[in-house]
C-alpha cells in the first residue's frame, strides 16, 4: 500500500503474480466509515491486515457485510467502494460487468444507494435484485460464519458453553438450516394443495348428477327429429334466399357507384383549369415581386443621393455664410485701420503745432509724459498680445466644435439609414409565417372549441426589459396555447397550411382562474422578476408562463454587475435565474456558478428594439448637435467680444497718444507706414476673399439646380415604383381569387364527389362482404349444389320462407311444450357437461400424480439430508481432529439432531487423566481460541465461498498457538485456492512468505 497513511501502517505486500479467482476482492476502499476516514487496501488471494494498539481494523468487514447488503446503522456520508475479479468460467455476467465487477455503497443521513458498476467505471445497475443474484451466485452470504467470522460470532462461539448455541452455529455454518427450513416450507405447501384438490374433487359431483337427467331427456325428445328435418330443408333454402337477395342489390349499387364515377373528371378538369391559371399567376407574381425588389434597391439608391446632395447644399450654404462672414469682418477691420491712420497723422499735425508753441522747460515735461505714457503702451501692447491669442484659442475650439458638428451631422445620417434598414427588415418579418398562420386560425375559427392564444411575442413589447423578457421566454414568445387536444390538431394544420410546421403548441385548462403565488415562494428581492413587467389581462397567458417558465422566480437586472450580485452573492431562495438588459443569463444550481453571454437574435422583436435604440441615439446626437451650435455661437460672441476690447485698448493707446504733446513724431510716421502695409495686405485678401465668394455663390447655385432637378427625375422612379406596387397587389388579389375557386372545386372533389363515390364504394363493398358472408352462412348450412339439385328456384323470398318456419316452429312447440329445451341443445348441454367433467377430471388426476411426485421428491431430499447430516457430523468429527492433531490435542464433537445440541470434548496432552473437557470455557484462552479455529476450519472444509474473512481468531491465543494457527489457516487457504482475508491485532511476520500471500498493516483510524 501506498506510504500517505503515516509510518505507523507498514506495507509488506507478498504480491500474487497470478490473478484472483473468480469472486475474489480485489481492492476495498471506504471514506468517512465507521472510525475510518479514508482507506484503501488492495487484496491478494489472502490477506492479512494488522492494527496494533489502535480500533477499527473490523470496520473493513463490516463494510464487506454492508457492500453486500446488509444494513448500516449509525452513520452517514459514508462510503464503501469494494472491486471484484470477474475472470473465469464462474464470471457473474461478463458481457456485462467485464473483467472487474464494483459495487459502490453510498450512506447518508436519511438514505443509502448501491450501485454496481463494470470493468470501465459506468453504471450498470442500482437494484437489489441484481445484488441478491451477484451474492447467490458466487455463494457470498455475510450471515453464514464460514464466510464472515466477525469478532462477535468468534466471541459468541468462545464465550457460549450452551451446546444448543454450538449446534445453531453449525447447522446455519453448514447450510443445513437453510435446507431443512425449504424443505419444511415445501412439505407445508404440498399437504395444503393435497386439501385443496379434495374440495376441488368434490365440486363436480353435482355436475355428474345432472349429466344423468340429461340423458334422460335426450331419449324422451328423439321423437321429434322427423319434424326437425323439414324445418332444416326450409332453413337451407333460407339461407340461399338471403344470398340471391343480396345479389339483387349489389348489382343495382353497381349501376349506381358507376354514374357517380363519371362526375370525378368533369370536377378534376375545372380543378386543373384552375390550378394552371394559379401557377401562371404565382409565377406573375414572382417576377413582379423581382422588379418590385430591383426598383427598391434603385429607390434606396436614390433616396441615398437625394441626401447626399441635400448635404451638399446644406454644406455649400454655411460655407458661403462663412465667407460673408468674413468678408464683413475683413471690411471692418480695414476701415478701422484707415481710422486709426487719419486719426494718427492730425495727432502728428497736433503734435507738430504744439511744439512751434511749447517752450523749453514745456518740452522737458513733455518728454516726461512722454516717457510714461510709453509706459503704459507698453502695458496696453502686453494687453492686447494676451487678447489675441485668447482670440487665438477662442477660434481653434470653435473650429474644433465645427468639425464635431460635422462628426454628429454624419453620425446622425448613418444612424437614419440603419433605421430605414432596420424598419424595412421588421416590415418583411411582419409578414412572415405568423400572419399566414393567423390569417389562416381567422378562416377555421368555427373548428376551434375555443379561440387560441396567441402569439405570446406582445407580451415582450412596450418597456425598457423587452429584451430581458425576450431572451427568458425564447421561442415561447412564438407560441399559441389552446385549451385541449383537438384544438391542438386543428391549430397545427392551420399552421401546415401557412407552411408554418414548427409551430409551438401549449395545452392549458383556460377555465383555469390565475394562479395565486404565495409571497414565501418567490425571491425576496426589489429588483423586478419578469411576472412583475408582463401585463396581460388574460389570466390563462400568466398561468401558462408560470407553470411553464416559472417567470415568478426569475429576476430582472439593470446590468451585469447588479445581476451577479443578485443572482451569486445574495444566495436568494426560491432564485431560478438573473437576465440583465445587455443580454447576460446568470444562475447557480448548488455550487456551480453559471453566467451566459449575450445571445445575438435577428427577428422582429429584436429588430423594433435595435431600431427603438437607433432613434434614441439619433434624438441624442441631435441634442449634442444643437448643444455643440449654441456653445459655438456663444464661442463666436466670446471673439467678437474679445475683438471689441482688443479695439477699445488700440483706441484708448490712440487716444492716448494723441493726447501726449510728447510723442514722439518718428514712431506715429512709421505706424502710419505700417498700417497703410496693413491696409493694402487686407484689401489684397478681401479681393481674393470676395472671389471665393463669387465661386461660393455659383457652386451654391448649381447645387440647388441640380437637387431640383434630381427630385424631378427621382419623382418620376418613384411613380413606376408605386405603379408596380399596385400591379403587384393586381396580381396577389388574382392569385387569392384564382386559389379560392382551385380550393373551391377541391372542396366539392373533397366533400361532395368523392364522399359520395365512397360512399357508394363502401356500400358496394358491404354488399359484397354481406353476399361474401351470407354465402359462407348458406354453404355451411348446406352447399348450394342441394338447392339446385331440387329444381329451379321458384323465386321464393326470405320473408316468406321465414313465415313457412315460423308455422314449422309454432307446430314444433304445440308438440314439445312439456319440454322446455330443445334435443340439440341438451345435447349441447350434455356434450359440455360431460367436456368440463373430463377436462376436471383430467386436470384434477395429473395434479394428483404432480404431488405424488413431488411427495415422493421431498421424502427422498429428507432420507438425503438424513444421511448428510449425519456425513457431516463424522466429517466434522474427522475435521477437527485433524486441525487439533498439529497441536498435539484430540478432541470429539457429538451432534444429536433429535435434541439440537453440539457437543466439544477436547483432551490436552499434558492432562494424564483418561477424561476430556466437555466445556469450551473450561480450557485457556489460548486453547479456546485455537480449539475455535480447529472446529471452524472443519466447518470450511465442507461449505465452499468466493472470499472468506475471520477477525481476531486468535485473540486469546499464546504465541505457539497462534504460530500454529497461523501457519494452519495459511495453508488452508493455499490448499482451498479461494480468497482469505484474516484481521488479527497481534504480529503476522512470523507468516511464511508466498506469491498468493499478501500482508499489510494499517495505520490509526483518522490519521
Same mark, same amino acid.
Given at each position: 500500500?501506498?506510504?500517505?497513511?503515516?509510518?505507523?501502517?507498514?506495507?509488506?505486500?507478498?504480491?500474487?503474480?497470478?490473478?484472483?479467482?473468480?469472486?475474489?476482492?480485489?481492492?476495498?476502499?471506504?471514506?468517512?466509515?465507521?472510525?475510518?476516514?479514508?482507506?484503501?487496501?488492495?487484496?491478494?488471494?489472502?490477506?492479512?491486515?494488522?492494527?496494533?494498539?489502535?480500533?477499527?481494523?473490523?470496520?473493513?468487514?463490516?463494510?464487506?457485510?454492508?457492500?453486500?447488503?446488509?444494513?448500516?446503522?449509525?452513520? #452517514?456520508?459514508?462510503?464503501?467502494?469494494?472491486?471484484?475479479?470477474?475472470?473465469?468460467?464462474?464470471?457473474?455476467?461478463?458481457?456485462?460487468?467485464?473483467?472487474?465487477?464494483?459495487?459502490?455503497?453510498?450512506?447518508?443521513?436519511?438514505?443509502?444507494?448501491?450501485?454496481?458498476?463494470?470493468?470501465?467505471?459506468?453504471?450498470?445497475?442500482?437494484?437489489?435484485?441484481?445484488?441478491?443474484?451477484?451474492?447467490?451466485?458466487?455463494?457470498?452470504?455475510?450471515?453464514?460464519?464460514?464466510?464472515?467470522?466477525?469478532?462477535?460470532?468468534?466471541?459468541?462461539?468462545?464465550?457460549?458453553?450452551?451446546?444448543?448455541?454450538?449446534?445453531?452455529?453449525?447447522?446455519?455454518?453448514?447450510?443445513?438450516?437453510?435446507?431443512?427450513?425449504?424443505?419444511?416450507?415445501?412439505?407445508?405447501?404440498?399437504?395444503?394443495?393435497?386439501?385443496?384438490?379434495?374440495?376441488?374433487?368434490?365440486?363436480?359431483?353435482?355436475?355428474?348428477?345432472?349429466?344423468?337427467?340429461?340423458?334422460?331427456?335426450?331419449?324422451?325428445?328423439?321423437?321429434?327429429?322427423?319434424?326437425?328435418?323439414?324445418?332444416?330443408?326450409?332453413?337451407?333454402?333460407?339461407?340461399?334466399?338471403?344470398?340471391?337477395?343480396?345479389?339483387?342489390?349489389?348489382?343495382?349499387?353497381?349501376?349506381?357507384?358507376?354514374?357517380?364515377?363519371?362526375?370525378?373528371?368533369?370536377?378534376?378538369?375545372?380543378?386543373?383549369?384552375?390550378?394552371?391559371?394559379?401557377?401562371?399567376?404565382?409565377?406573375?407574381?414572382?417576377?413582379?415581386?423581382?422588379?418590385?425588389?430591383?426598383?427598391?434597391?434603385?429607390?434606396?439608391?436614390?433616396?441615398?443621393?437625394?441626401?447626399?446632395?441635400?448635404? @451638399?447644399?446644406?454644406?455649400?450654404?454655411?460655407?458661403?455664410?462663412?465667407?460673408?462672414?468674413?468678408?464683413?469682418?475683413?471690411?471692418?477691420?480695414?476701415?478701422?485701420?484707415?481710422?486709426?491712420?487719419?486719426?494718427?497723422?492730425?495727432?502728428?499735425?497736433?503734435?507738430?503745432?504744439?511744439?512751434?508753441?511749447?517752450?523749453?522747460?514745456?518740452?522737458?515735461?513733455?518728454?516726461?509724459?512722454?516717457?510714461?505714457?510709453?509706459?503704459?503702451?507698453?502695458?496696453?501692447?502686453?494687453?492686447?498680445?494676451?487678447?489675441?491669442?485668447?482670440?487665438?484659442?477662442?477660434?481653434?475650439? =470653435? @473650429?474644433?466644435?465645427?468639425?464635431?458638428? =460635422?462628426?454628429?451631422?454624419?453620425?446622425?445620417?448613418?444612424?437614419?439609414?440603419?433605421?430605414?434598414?432596420?424598419?424595412? #427588415?421588421?416590415?418583411?418579418?411582419?409578414?412572415?409565417?405568423?400572419?399566414?398562420?393567423?390569417?389562416?386560425?381567422?378562416?377555421?375559427?368555427?373548428?376551434?372549441?375555443?379561440?387560441?392564444?396567441?402569439?405570446?411575442?406582445?407580451?415582450?413589447?412596450?418597456?425598457?426589459?423587452?429584451?430581458?423578457?425576450?431572451?427568458?421566454?425564447?421561442?415561447?414568445?412564438?407560441?399559441?396555447?389552446?385549451?385541449?387536444?383537438?384544438?391542438?390538431?386543428?391549430?397545427?394544420?392551420?399552421?401546415?397550411?401557412? %407552411?408554418? %410546421?414548427?409551430?409551438?403548441?401549449?395545452?392549458?385548462?383556460?377555465?383555469?382562474?390565475?394562479?395565486?403565488?404565495?409571497?414565501?415562494?418567490?425571491?425576496?428581492?426589489? #429588483?423586478?422578476?419578469?411576472?412583475?413587467?408582463?401585463?396581460?389581462?388574460?389570466?390563462?397567458?400568466?398561468?401558462?408562463? !408560470?407553470?411553464?417558465?416559472?417567470?415568478?422566480?426569475?429576476?430582472?437586472?439593470?446590468?451585469?454587475?447588479?445581476?451577479?450580485?443578485?443572482?451569486?452573492?445574495?444566495?436568494?431562495?426560491?432564485?431560478?435565474? !438573473?437576465?440583465?438588459?445587455?443580454?447576460?443569463?446568470?444562475?447557480?444550481?448548488?455550487? !456551480?456558478?453559471?453566467?451566459?453571454?449575450?445571445?445575438?437574435?435577428?427577428?422582429?422583436?429584436?429588430?423594433? !428594439?435595435?431600431?427603438?435604440?437607433?432613434?434614441?441615439?439619433?434624438?441624442?446626437?441631435?441634442?449634442?448637435?444643437?448643444?455643440?451650435?449654441?456653445?459655438?455661437?456663444?464661442?463666436?460672441?466670446?471673439?467678437?467680444?474679445?475683438?471689441?476690447?482688443?479695439?477699445?485698448?488700440?483706441?484708448?493707446?490712440?487716444?492716448?497718444?494723441?493726447?501726449?504733446?510728447?510723442?514722439?513724431?518718428?514712431?506715429?510716421?512709421?505706424?502710419?507706414?505700417?498700417?497703410?502695409?496693413?491696409?493694402?495686405?487686407?484689401?489684397?485678401?478681401?479681393?481674393?476673399?470676395?472671389?471665393?465668394?463669387?465661386?461660393?455663390?455659383?457652386? =451654391?447655385?448649381?447645387?440647388?439646380?441640380?437637387?431640383?432637378?434630381?427630385?424631378?427625375?427621382?419623382?418620376?422612379?418613384?411613380?413606376?415604383?408605386?405603379?408596380?406596387?399596385?400591379?403587384?397587389?393586381?396580381?396577389?388579389?388574382?392569385?387569392?381569387?384564382?386559389?379560392?375557386?382551385?380550393?373551391?372545386?377541391?372542396?366539392?372533389?373533397?366533400?361532395?364527389?368523392?364522399?359520395?363515390?365512397?360512399?357508394?364504394?363502401?356500400?358496394?363493398?358491404?354488399?359484397?362482404?354481406?353476399?361474401?358472408?351470407?354465402?359462407?352462412?348458406?354453404?355451411?348450412?348446406?352447399?348450394?349444389?342441394?338447392?339446385?339439385?331440387?329444381?329451379?328456384?321458384?323465386?321464393?323470398?326470405?320473408?316468406?320462407?321465414?313465415?313457412?318456419?315460423?308455422?314449422?316452429?309454432?307446430?314444433?312447440?304445440?308438440?314439445?311444450?312439456?319440454?322446455?329445451?330443445?334435443?340439440?341443445?341438451?345435447?349441447?348441454?350434455?356434450?359440455?357437461?360431460?367436456?368440463?367433467?373430463?377436462?376436471?377430471?383430467?386436470?384434477?388426476?395429473?395434479?394428483?400424480?404432480?404431488?405424488?411426485?413431488?411427495?415422493?421428491?421431498?421424502?427422498?431430499?429428507?432420507?438425503?439430508?438424513?444421511?448428510?447430516?449425519?456425513?457431516?457430523?463424522?466429517?466434522?468429527?474427522?475435521?477437527?481432529?485433524?486441525?487439533?492433531?498439529?497441536?498435539?490435542?484430540?478432541?470429539?464433537?457429538?451432534?444429536?439432531?433429535?435434541?439440537?445440541?453440539?457437543?466439544?470434548?477436547?483432551?490436552?496432552?499434558?492432562?494424564?487423566?483418561?477424561?476430556?473437557?466437555?466445556?469450551?470455557?473450561?480450557?485457556?484462552?489460548?486453547?479456546? @481460541?485455537?480449539?475455535?479455529?480447529?472446529?471452524?476450519?472443519?466447518?470450511?472444509?465442507?461449505?465452499?465461498? @468466493?472470499?472468506?474473512?475471520?477477525?481476531?481468531?486468535?485473540?486469546?491465543?499464546?504465541?505457539?498457538?497462534?504460530?500454529?494457527?497461523?501457519?494452519?489457516?495459511?495453508?488452508?487457504?493455499?490448499?482451498?485456492?479461494?480468497?482469505?482475508?484474516?484481521?488479527?491485532?497481534?504480529?503476522?511476520?512470523?507468516?511464511?512468505?508466498?506469491?498468493?500471500?499478501?500482508?499489510?498493516?494499517?495505520?490509526?483510524?483518522?490519521?
Amino acid at each position: 500500500m501506498d506510504k500517505q497513511y503515516g509510518d505507523r501502517r507498514q506495507s509488506t505486500p507478498f504480491n500474487n503474480n497470478q490473478r484472483s479467482s473468480s469472486g475474489a476482492i480485489l481492492k476495498i476502499r471506504l471514506e468517512n466509515f465507521m472510525l475510518i476516514s479514508r482507506l484503501s487496501l488492495a487484496s491478494g488471494s489472502i490477506s492479512s491486515p494488522v492494527k496494533t494498539e489502535v480500533s477499527g481494523k473490523s470496520a473493513i468487514l463490516t463494510a464487506l457485510c454492508v457492500a453486500f447488503g446488509c444494513r448500516a446503522k449509525g452513520t #452517514h456520508d459514508a462510503l464503501v467502494h469494494v472491486e471484484m475479479n470477474n475472470e473465469g468460467v464462474d464470471a457473474f455476467k461478463p458481457q456485462v460487468y467485464g473483467d472487474t465487477l464494483v459495487i459502490e455503497r453510498r450512506i447518508s443521513h436519511f438514505t443509502s444507494s448501491t450501485v454496481l458498476k463494470d470493468s470501465q467505471g459506468r453504471k450498470i445497475s442500482n437494484r437489489k435484485e441484481e445484488l441478491r443474484e451477484l451474492i447467490e451466485h458466487y455463494n457470498i452470504d455475510v450471515e453464514n460464519p464460514c464466510v464472515i467470522m466477525s469478532q462477535d460470532k468468534s466471541r459468541e462461539f468462545l464465550h457460549s458453553g450452551n451446546d444448543k448455541d454450538k449446534f445453531k452455529f453449525f447447522y446455519k455454518a453448514t447450510l443445513l438450516q437453510q435446507v431443512d427450513d425449504l424443505l419444511l416450507g415445501v412439505d407445508t405447501n404440498l399437504k395444503a394443495a393435497s386439501s385443496l384438490l379434495d374440495e376441488l374433487e368434490e365440486t363436480i359431483k353435482p355436475v355428474e348428477k345432472e349429466i344423468t337427467e340429461l340423458l334422460e331427456k335426450i331419449k324422451t325428445m328423439e321423437k321429434f327429429e322427423e319434424i326437425h328435418q323439414q324445418l332444416l330443408l326450409l332453413k337451407k333454402k333460407l339461407a340461399w334466399a338471403w344470398v340471391y337477395d343480396v345479389d339483387r342489390e349489389l348489382k343495382e349499387q353497381s349501376e349506381k357507384l358507376m354514374k357517380l364515377r363519371e362526375r370525378v373528371p368533369t370536377c378534376q378538369d375545372r380543378i386543373d383549369k384552375k390550378l394552371g391559371e394559379v401557377e401562371s399567376l404565382r409565377e406573375k407574381l414572382t417576377n413582379k415581386k423581382a422588379q418590385v425588389t430591383c426598383l427598391m434597391d434603385e429607390s434606396t439608391a436614390v433616396k441615398r443621393e437625394l441626401e447626399c446632395l441635400r448635404q @451638399s447644399v446644406k454644406t455649400q450654404a454655411r460655407e458661403k455664410v462663412a465667407l460673408e462672414e468674413e468678408h464683413r469682418h475683413k471690411c471692418n477691420n480695414i476701415q478701422r485701420i484707415k481710422d486709426r491712420v487719419m486719426r494718427l497723422e492730425r495727432q502728428i499735425k497736433d503734435i507738430d503745432e504744439m511744439t512751434e508753441r511749447s517752450t523749453q522747460a514745456e518740452q522737458s515735461e513733455i518728454e516726461e509724459n512722454l516717457s510714461q505714457l510709453k509706459l503704459e503702451v507698453e502695458k496696453v501692447k502686453a494687453s492686447l498680445s494676451s487678447l489675441k491669442e485668447e482670440e487665438k484659442m477662442v477660434t481653434e475650439k =470653435a @473650429s474644433a466644435v465645427g468639425k464635431e458638428i =460635422a462628426h454628429i451631422e454624419d453620425k446622425i445620417r448613418e444612424r437614419e439609414k440603419k433605421q430605414r434598414n432596420i424598419n424595412t #427588415h421588421i416590415n418583411d418579418l411582419k409578414k412572415h409565417q405568423t400572419n399566414k398562420s393567423l390569417r389562416a386560425i381567422e378562416r377555421h375559427h368555427r373548428r376551434f372549441k375555443m379561440p387560441p392564444i396567441g402569439p405570446l411575442v406582445t407580451l415582450a413589447n412596450g418597456n425598457k426589459w423587452a429584451s430581458a423578457v425576450e431572451q427568458a421566454l425564447g421561442n415561447l414568445l412564438n407560441a399559441f396555447i389552446v385549451t385541449n387536444h383537438e384544438d391542438l390538431i386543428t391549430l397545427r394544420g392551420c399552421g401546415k397550411e401557412a %407552411n408554418y %410546421n414548427n409551430l409551438k403548441i401549449i395545452i392549458y385548462d383556460f377555465s383555469r382562474p390565475r394562479l395565486i403565488i404565495p409571497r414565501h415562494m418567490v425571491p425576496q428581492t426589489e #429588483h423586478p422578476t419578469i411576472l412583475s413587467v408582463l401585463h396581460s389581462e388574460n389570466h390563462t397567458v400568466l398561468n401558462v408562463l !408560470v407553470d411553464v417558465m416559472g417567470v415568478e422566480r426569475q429576476v430582472l437586472a439593470e446590468n451585469y454587475e447588479v445581476g451577479k450580485t443578485v443572482a451569486f452573492e445574495r444566495r436568494l431562495a426560491h432564485l431560478k435565474d !438573473v437576465f440583465t438588459i445587455d443580454g447576460y443569463r446568470m444562475f447557480s444550481r448548488g455550487p !456551480v456558478q453559471t453566467t451566459l453571454p449575450p445571445v445575438l437574435k435577428i427577428d422582429s422583436i429584436d429588430l423594433e !428594439v435595435e431600431a427603438s435604440n437607433e432613434q434614441s441615439e439619433i434624438q441624442e446626437c441631435r441634442r449634442q448637435k444643437r448643444d455643440a451650435e449654441r456653445q459655438c455661437t456663444q464661442l463666436e460672441k466670446d471673439l467678437t467680444r474679445k475683438e471689441l476690447e482688443l479695439q477699445d485698448l488700440k483706441n484708448s493707446v490712440a487716444a492716448e497718444t494723441k493726447a501726449s504733446p510728447t510723442s514722439s513724431l518718428d514712431e506715429l510716421r512709421l505706424e502710419i507706414t505700417n498700417s497703410r502695409e496693413e491696409i493694402e495686405e487686407k484689401e489684397s485678401s478681401l479681393q481674393k476673399l470676395q472671389d471665393c465668394l463669387t465661386e461660393a455663390e455659383l457652386k =451654391a447655385n448649381e447645387l440647388k439646380a441640380a437637387y431640383e432637378n434630381f427630385i424631378e427625375s427621382a419623382k418620376s422612379k418613384v411613380d413606376v415604383f408605386e405603379e408596380a406596387e399596385n400591379e403587384l397587389k393586381e396580381i396577389e388579389t388574382g392569385l387569392e381569387s384564382a386559389e379560392t375557386d382551385k380550393n373551391h372545386y377541391e372542396d366539392v372533389m373533397k366533400d361532395k364527389v368523392l364522399p359520395d363515390i365512397k360512399v357508394a364504394e363502401a356500400k358496394h363493398k358491404e354488399l359484397q362482404a354481406k353476399r361474401q358472408e351470407s354465402n359462407e352462412k348458406a354453404s355451411i348450412i348446406c352447399p348450394e349444389s342441394e338447392i339446385t339439385a331440387l329444381g329451379p328456384w321458384d323465386g321464393s323470398t326470405p320473408a316468406q320462407l321465414s313465415d313457412e318456419i315460423n308455422r314449422i316452429n309454432h307446430r314444433l312447440k304445440r308438440e314439445s311444450d312439456k319440454y322446455s329445451e330443445s334435443i340439440d341443445d341438451l345435447r349441447v348441454t350434455l356434450e359440455e357437461k360431460e367436456h368440463k367433467i373430463g377436462r376436471k377430471r383430467r386436470t384434477y388426476q395429473s395434479f394428483r400424480e404432480k404431488l405424488k411426485v413431488c411427495k415422493d421428491a421431498v421424502d427422498s431430499r429428507w432420507k438425503k439430508l438424513q444421511l448428510n447430516k449425519y456425513d457431516t457430523a463424522s466429517m466434522l468429527t474427522w475435521g477437527f481432529n485433524k486441525r487439533l492433531g498439529k497441536k498435539g490435542i484430540s478432541g470429539q464433537i457429538k451432534v444429536s439432531y433429535e435434541d439440537k445440541t453440539l457437543s466439544i470434548e477436547v483432551k490436552m496432552p499434558q492432562d494424564a487423566s483418561s477424561r476430556g473437557v466437555r466445556d469450551t470455557r473450561g480450557l485457556s484462552g489460548g486453547e479456546r @481460541s485455537f480449539s475455535t479455529l480447529g472446529f471452524t476450519l472443519a466447518l470450511h472444509d465442507m461449505t465452499e465461498a @468466493s472470499i472468506r474473512a475471520m477477525d481476531e481468531f486468535d485473540v486469546f491465543m499464546d504465541a505457539v498457538s497462534r504460530k500454529i494457527s497461523l501457519d494452519t489457516l495459511v495453508d488452508f487457504a493455499l490448499e482451498k485456492g479461494s480468497q482469505w482475508m484474516f484481521i488479527t491485532p497481534h504480529d503476522i511476520s512470523m507468516v511464511k512468505s508466498h506469491e498468493r500471500i499478501k500482508k499489510q498493516q494499517m495505520a490509526a483510524p483518522r490519521s
